[in-house]
């Protein structure tokens, strides 16, 4: 990442926003941002009235993103520049200004993934087993600007992380060494770095693609963005993979971290020394092009939860690479919104040789490959622990009763987590469960000691003003000791966002949705199929004769293993709650 001597404001508490993949659960993450916002804009408001509330100042600087949050932090960059609705109830009416419910909720549905406008001729090759035509709506229309508004809490220079997983790949050296064998490796791990810039600000960045807003065409850079944010998503065979044209200079200069412990902390924690190190690739002694046509996939497939783009971009100019730990020293934040953190147990159980069946393999396979790109054990430590304020994780928590819990949370979760492109009631359910969710962590958990540096400059100087500040605002937390203190909230709930947001009961769609499901995949299935054996030279007649007599059967089935999954009961739980990073 290159960049000025200096670019940070550090009189404002920063937040990087990291949203990992989530498949259909995007509706989650969606509903997040949408409270985030508005809890943030009532706030600001209070403060523009006077109102006795904390009146200290953050900025969001950074959008972080991978797979569905990778989708929803491209739409937030063009969202956080213009007004919107916020939604604050299910089945809202059918027309609202916001990019995100209508992406994630409206628009993205089995039924428009089970047409065939993606096939046209018979010569036109399948590119995934869904029909990917309502992305490529939902990419366009995210773009269009809405009426345009300057928050004061978004920067002006708004770094927008998107990973993407390089089919491709990129050569790099792996020893250096000229008396050793010269092996080298393709890396398929990539990513796209934007600049959202807005007021007649001037870029910063020149790692990153300029996006000035409002657009001024929606091609060029703007393009880029739509395909890089349905390339993120493109999970690999259902949905389609994309192709973008990278410029050769996009990877020479590029610094990879490399961390060297030099000891451990009072608490156990790796103190550990950052270098950023120049690695650059290596190309044939006969390639001279300057740009690069590469294919991109999913972006969760090599890094499901892209938390370090937004914590580098967050310490770009801190002297050891990282943000302030300590409560009363911290001044900037990573908050990580993750649908599904890592609940995966060991099995004690495994049966290796049913395991090793080939038709067993698929699924654990995409699940181990998914898993351990996600899998960051120091960064899920330290978002767990409520003694570092450097970063933060929302989870869904789904609470119908207190101290009593439903598992799994979401209803998107089913299938794999593909169940929220079944019915609008789960997404539309879900985004709500996120809203409440924001609410109940911003209200208990992103708090700060009101001895921060930062938490202080905006606290009342009268004696009084600053009792009734805490009163009203402060939070009671007990640290490793067990001594009890008041914290204050980083984003104070203020107004319309300080009423409980209500608890979202789990909806079901009609029953008569599995058979319409049911019949569109199996045409869908016929369509598609013939068309890739065909590709393959095999004997595509046979499979069309087979389709036909099973047609029935497999439909019947479909609709069948549809209805159960879906209207699967959740497991209940009741437990003592305990304070966590996770959103309660």
């Given at each position: 990442m290159s960049n000025p001597a200096t670019t940070t404001d550090f009189s404002k508490f920063r937040i990087g926003i990291n949203m990992a993949g989530a498949v259909s659960a995007g509706a989650y993450t969606a509903g997040v941002l949408d409270f985030l916002v508005q809890a943030l804009e009532c706030w600001y408001a209070a403060k523009a009235n006077h109102e006795a509330v904390p009146a200290h100042d953050v900025l969001i600087e950074a959008l972080s993103g991978a797979s569905a949050g990778g989708m929803c932090a491209a739409i937030s960059a063009t969202q956080l520049q213009e007004t919107f609705t916020t939604i604050t109830k299910q089945s809202p009416p059918p027309q609202v200004g916001n990019k995100l419910y209508n992406g994630w909720v409206r628009q993205i549905d089995i039924r428009e993934l089970l047409q065939q406008n993606d096939l046209g001729d018979e010569d036109v090759q399948v590119e995934s087993f869904l029909d990917c035509t309502v992305i490529k709506d939902i990419a366009s229309k995210a773009t269009v600007p809405g009426t345009g508004v300057s928050r004061e809490w978004v920067s002006k220079n708004l770094s927008l992380f998107l990973t993407l997983t390089n089919l491709r790949g990129v050569s790099y050296r792996v020893?250096?060494?000229?008396?050793?064998?010269?092996?080298?490796?393709?890396?398929?791990?990539?990513?796209?770095?934007?600049?959202?810039?807005?007021?007649?600000?001037?870029?910063?960045?020149?790692?990153?693609?300029?996006?000035?807003?409002?657009?001024?065409?929606?091609?060029?850079?703007?393009?880029?963005?739509?395909?890089?944010?349905?390339?993120?998503?493109?999970?690999?065979?259902?949905?389609?993979?994309?192709?973008?044209?990278?410029?050769?200079?996009?990877?020479?200069?590029?610094?990879?971290?490399?961390?060297?412990?030099?000891?451990?902390?009072?608490?156990?924690?790796?103190?550990?020394?950052?270098?950023?190190?120049?690695?650059?690739?290596?190309?044939?002694?006969?390639?001279?092009?300057?740009?690069?046509?590469?294919?991109?996939?999913?972006?969760?497939?090599?890094?499901?939860?892209?938390?370090?783009?937004?914590?580098?971009?967050?310490?770009?100019?801190?002297?050891?690479?990282?943000?302030?730990r300590d409560p009363e020293k911290a001044d900037a934040a990573v908050l990580t919104i993750a649908p599904f953190p890592a609940h995966d147990i060991f099995n004690p159980n495994y049966q290796p040789a049913v395991m090793s069946a080939l038709t067993n393999l698929i699924g654990p396979l995409i699940s181990a490959l998914v898993s351990q790109s996600r899998f960051q054990g120091e960064d899920l430590k330290l978002a767990a622990d409520p003694d570092v304020a450097s970063r933060f994780m929302i989870a869904p928590v789904d609470e119908p009763e207190t101290n009593t819990y439903l598992d799994p949370p979401l209803q998107c979760g089913s299938f794999g987590a593909f169940g929220g492109f079944l019915a609008q009631e789960f997404r539309d359910r879900d985004y709500q469960l996120g809203r409440r969710n924001c609410q109940q962590f911003l209200r208990k958990h992103f708090l700060l000691p009101p001895e921060n540096e930062l938490i202080a400059k905006g606290m009342p100087q009268d004696k009084f003003q600053y009792a009734l500040v805490l009163k009203n605002f402060g939070v009671e937390r007990r640290d490793k000791e067990g001594h009890i203190a008041t914290w204050l909230p980083i984003i104070p709930l203020c107004g319309e966002a300080a009423a409980e947001v209500p608890y979202p009961a789990r909806a079901m769609p009609p029953d008569t949705v599995w058979s319409e499901i049911a019949g569109l995949a199996l045409e869908r299935v016929r369509a598609v199929l013939p068309r890739l054996l065909d590709r393959l030279e095999l004997i595509p007649t046979a499979v069309k004769v087979g389709l036909a007599l099973l047609g029935w059967k497999l439909r019947g089935e479909i609709e069948d293993a549809l209805r159960e999954g879906a209207m699967k009961p959740p497991k209940v739980t009741r437990r003592v709650a305990v304070a966590s990073a996770r959103a309660k």
């Open positions: 020893d250096e060494n000229a008396n050793s064998t010269d092996e080298q490796m393709l890396y398929h791990a990539d990513q796209m770095q934007f600049e959202v810039v807005r007021d007649n600000a001037q870029p910063l960045y020149s790692s990153a693609l300029t996006l000035q807003y409002p657009p001024q065409s929606q091609d060029g850079p703007w393009e880029v963005l739509r395909t890089c944010a349905m390339a993120t998503g493109a999970f690999p065979v259902m949905l389609a993979p994309r192709v973008l044209t990278r410029n050769v200079s996009d990877y020479m200069g590029k610094a990879f971290a490399v961390r060297t412990p030099v000891g451990k902390d009072a608490e156990g924690y790796d103190i550990e020394r950052v270098t950023n190190t120049v690695i650059n690739p290596v190309f044939p002694p006969d390639f001279h092009d300057t740009t690069l046509e590469n294919v991109y996939v999913d972006g969760g497939m090599t890094n499901n939860n892209p938390f370090e783009c937004a914590r580098r971009f967050l310490a770009r100019d801190v002297p050891d690479g990282h943000n302030p």
